[in-house]
Structures are given as structure tokens and as C-alpha cells.
């Protein structure tokens, strides 16, 4: 049910562009830059699937409402001070019912693209599930709801569905994990900076 209603949300609030591409079939764990508190619609929007998140504890209990609208759109709340142990079973558990499992690497909404070194947390889910790691790049969010912003502004707003990541390509490596995240900064850069260009802007 939150799903419908979520796209419908977010076709109201943005202009909505979907490109890249086709989501693989089965459980993929999904990894998004993050601008906006629109960005978890916007992302749903072109999986186009149930999506449960990873979100923070601190987003919760400032509001029961928006602790409520949270939990409806399937957030698995995760502690950033402590070691999330219940958060990761609980997203393994959803990859392993054939799920689908959201992180923003960033882990938290920044002001410009590039400035907070992402997080090996998506890239360790997918390794340790053994599933795809699939990179997407969401452009325009800022303007609709971005840090500095109270209210929303309907604006134009990419998402790019990147090719997957697989972990059985990195197991030679060093550090895989290490390795999986820097190729999610590379193809999520990439897409940005070729949306932004043809936007006559910069990301961010």
C-alpha cells in the first residue's frame, strides 16, 4: 500500500525523470547520493518495488506523525552511535525473503555532491547477502526539498539507475567492500556530473 501512494506523492511533488538501467530481477540492495528528505520517494519511485531503508534512529521522535509515515514506508531504524547489529539482521532477513534493501552511503542528506566520503555499508550488505549492489544518482532533489529548504518546490529531478555491482568481481581484491563503494562513487559521479551538464549546472 505505501508504495502506490508514495509514487503518487511524488509525482505531485516533482518532475520526475527516470533513465539508465533495467533493476535485476530478485533480493538487490540499492544505494542512492542523498540532497533531499524526498529522496527515499523519488528513489522508490523508479525501483518501482517494495524498498525498506536503513534510516538513523535521530530521524525519530521528533514528530509521532513522522515517526508513523516512517515506519509505513518500511524505514529499519539504525543506531549511528552504536554497532547496528539488529538494523543488519533485519536487512539480511529482507535480502534473504527476496527483498529489496535502500542505504544513502553519504549517511546524511549533504549540501553539495562529493563533500562526505561514503559509507562501505551498502557495498558490506550486498557482499555479506550476496546480492547485486546497484549504484542510482538522483539529480534535482535539491531544489525540491534540500537542506536549506522548509517547504516544497516542485522542480525538475533525475534518477539514474546505474549497471549493478557485483561482489564476485571484487573478491580479488584488497579490500572488497573498500573496493565496491569506490566503483558506487564512480558511476554515481559519472551520471550526475552528464545530468548536470545537460542541465547547464553543477550537482548540488
Not at 91 to 103: I, K, P
Not at 111 to 127: D, I, S, T
Amino acid at each position: 500500500m505505501a508504495q502506490p501512494v508514495a509514487r503518487g506523492l511524488g509525482r505531485w511533488w516533482v518532475d520526475f525523470e527516470r533513465a539508465g538501467a533495467v533493476l535485476p530481477a530478485g533480493p538487490v540492495v540499492v544505494a542512492a547520493n542523498h540532497f533531499s528528505h524526498v529522496d527515499p520517494v523519488v528513489v522508490g519511485m523508479a525501483i518501482d518495488r517494495p524498498i525498506r531503508y536503513l534510516a538513523v534512529d535521530e530521524l525519530f521522535g521528533s514528530s509521532r506523525f513522522f515517526d508513523a509515515l516512517i515506519h509505513w514506508l518500511g524505514a529499519i531504524p539504525m543506531s549511528r552511535t552504536r554497532a547496528p547489529l539488529g538494523a543488519l539482521r533485519t536487512a539480511l532477513a529482507e535480502l534473504a525473503a527476496g527483498g529489496t534493501v535502500g542505504l544513502f552511503p553519504e549517511g546524511v542528506r549533504v549540501w553539495v555532491w562529493g563533500e562526505r566520503a561514503p559509507k562501505r555499508g551498502a557495498a558490506w550488505l550486498a557482499r555479506r547477502a550476496g546480492v547485486p549492489l546497484i549504484p542510482v544518482a538522483i539529480a534535482g532533489t535539491e531544489r525540491v526539498m534540500g537542506r536549506d529548504r522548509h517547504g516544497i518546490k516542485r522542480a525538475p529531478v533525475r534518477v539514474v539507475v546505474c549497471d549493478p555491482i557485483l561482489s564476485a568481481d571484487y573478491a580479488a581484491t584488497e579490500d572488497p567492500a573498500a573496493a565496491m563503494t569506490a566503483e558506487w562513487h564512480r558511476r554515481v559521479d559519472a551520471a550526475l556530473q552528464e545530468t548536470y551538464r545537460e542541465w547547464g549546472t553543477r550537482p548540488g
